[in-house]
């Protein structure tokens, strides 16, 4: 869930300072549900100064990393996968940008379309055939 903070700071790219402080706290959460309704956005991409990352801990199998605004993102190999500095880095930075319950969602849906998916044959590949030896 957003906080009013920060829905304050996303607001002010679509709504003039002076208007916004004139408006309660439920105008502001009103406001700014119109605007999401409308506009497709990914919050953390709005943010005037978004968090950098300071320092990454790699401690196999967890990666640990810390970012400019005080928070932390903490991922964790999953038994049976293999320790990677690179994944464990991209999918901590990748969860603290989407939230740790959007993260989860997002490789769930994608995950799940991918694992599903057929190939499909479109006419340029011919299906192998088993020939029978003589």
Known sequence: MISLK???QILTHYVDK???K?????EIKDVFDMVSDTVHFCPITLY???PTVERV?????ATIVFFSDGTKSVVKCQKGDKYSKEAGLSLAIAKR???NKEFHKTFEK???ISDNKKPQNNGNAKPAVKR???
Do not use: A, Q, V, W
């Open 6 to 8: 920060e829905m304050k």
């Open 18 to 20: 002076k208007i916004l």
């Open 22 to 26: 004139t408006l309660s706290d439920k």
């Open 48 to 50: 005037e100064s978004r």
């Open 57 to 61: 801990i790699f401690n196999n199998p």
């Open 97 to 99: 940008m989407l939230g």
């Open 110 to 112: 994608f995950i799940e």
């Open 132 to 134: 029978k030896r003589k």
